[in-house]
């Protein structure tokens, strides 16, 4: 498991999905945005305006340039692991990695989140999550620097290679080559 809290002066008790959902279904969560990560229950911020923005053009973009070749899941949740199941703001699922309607993928080709307040989290512990469940590319859409910073090639945790690239540049996904964006067209 990744270490979510270091050095906690008290014990942690970790909850695995089947609980998260049982406490989602109890209506603990009522109003509440959250996610499972490590067995973790974190408040997912709030959607502030260019965060709205950035995800209304992906949306866009995405879904015109990959038809129904794969399905675009906007906000919805990822079953990675039996601790872990974050809601990125898009992933691209294929037919095969959608198994039944009582529970949600636990794969995806290419993930996208896009960050402002969550910069920190989502280029740090999202990345390692991701590339600990072997997802082949990670995107974070990074407001703060108007960046797109691409994760390729997980292994034992760790994506081995990070691009950041800037406005003036056009990036194609290495798995999913119908998607292209022009950086400066999600700022």
Same mark, same amino acid.
């Given at each position: ?14 909850? %695995? ?66 601790? &872990? ?8 699922? &294929? ?7 009582? %529970?949600?993928? &636990? ?8 960050? %402002?307040? &969550?910069?920190?989290? %989502? ?65």
């Amino acid at each position: 498991m990744l270490n979510v809290i270091k050095d906690a002066p008290f014990d942690i008790h970790r909850i %695995d999905r089947a609980g998260y959902h049982r406490l989602g279904e109890s209506g603990a969560f009522e109003g509440k945005r959250v996610q499972l990560i490590e067995g973790v229950i974190i408040a997912m911020n709030a959607r502030r305006g260019p965060h709205a923005t950035a995800v209304m053009r992906l949306t866009r973009l995405l879904t015109s340039q990959v038809g129904d070749q794969v399905w675009v899941r906007a906000g919805l949740p990822l079953a990675i692991s039996p601790h &872990s199941e974050p809601e990125p703001d898009f992933a691209l699922v &294929s037919d095969a990695d959608i198994h039944n309607d009582e %529970d949600h993928p &636990s794969r995806a080709a290419l993930v996208i989140e896009v960050a %402002d307040s &969550s910069r920190v989290f %989502d280029l740090g512990l999202k990345a390692r999550l991701y590339a600990a469940a072997k997802i082949p590319e990670y995107w974070v859409v990074d407001l703060q620097t108007e960046k797109l910073v691409v994760h390729l090639d997980p292994k034992k945790g760790e994506y081995q290679r990070v691009h950041r690239f800037g406005k003036g540049r056009e990036v194609t996904s290495a798995v999913a080559p119908k998607v292209t964006v022009r950086v400066a067209a999600l700022f």
